[in-house]
């Protein structure tokens, strides 16, 4: 079955702790990319990958960072998360037939 | 002012009906793409438009590249459409621009 899973789904953090969100896919797509959705604001690009080792900022890149180390995994990593972080992050993959599957959402809270 | 507008932002309607949400961008797109988010947040992709029309079941999605227009239908409605419906485009730098999102209530 064709999945998109992150991990964790929801997760609440202190300011300044480091935190990595995961994300995979199983469809050997080249382009994956994250997203935080925000009441008001509706979705926003945060980074996207091309392929491995091909990164590039998205809209709202600030205080986050991306790897692509190998092709099924692109993890979301805060440094030094802050409570404007609070958000509900996806992620997504999307293959030669452009259809875009998202993953179910990661509920990330900041305190 | 973004670079997608859709409208309305909320919607109701009884069922059976036929619903019909906007999507209007303002770049240069490769794409455009129609999406849906049910209450509790996963995001489905519906359609995947660069031209002309298509049909998924009860679902119609036609776009217009030289009005930057697109519109999704939905016939026959059912309770079961309610959701949130989300355009979005896609540029020819690979990044995705969003819009605000139509509520979709039917009511039974």
């Known amino acids: 079955e064709a999945q998109v899973t992150q991990n964790p789904r929801y997760l609440i953090t202190v300011t300044g702790k480091k935190l990595t969100v995961t994300c995979s896919q199983n469809m050997n797509h080249e382009y994956m990319s994250w997203y935080r959705q925000d009441p008001g604001l509706g979705l926003r690009q945060i980074y996207y990958s091309m392929n491995v080792e091909v990164t590039d900022k998205g809209d709202v890149p600030e205080g986050y960072k991306v790897s692509r180390k190998e092709k099924r995994n692109f993890p979301l990593i805060l440094e030094s998360p802050s409570p404007n972080q609070t958000s509900l992050y996806f992620c997504?993959?999307?293959?030669?037939?452009?259809?875009?599957?998202f993953g179910e959402g990661s509920w990330l809270t900041v305190v | 002012k973004n670079e997608v507008e859709q409208s309305p932002q909320n919607l109701t309607a009884q069922e059976g009906e036929f619903i019909t949400i906007n999507c209007s961008y303002s770049v240069g797109i490769s794409a455009l793409h129609w999406l849906q988010q049910h209450p509790g947040g996963g995001i489905v992709s519906l359609f995947m438009?660069?031209?002309g029309k298509k049909k998924h079941g009860r679902l119609i999605a036609t776009i217009n590249i030289q009005e930057k227009h697109s519109s999704l239908h939905i016939t026959a409605s059912h309770p079961r459409d309610s959701a949130v419906y989300i355009c979005?485009?896609?540029?020819?730098?690979?990044?995705?621009?969003f819009g605000a999102g139509t509520t979709v209530t039917v009511r039974a």
């Open positions: 438009l660069s031209s």
């Open positions: 997504a993959s999307r293959g030669v037939g452009n259809t875009i599957y």
């Open positions: 979005a485009v896609r540029g020819n730098d690979y990044k995705l621009s």
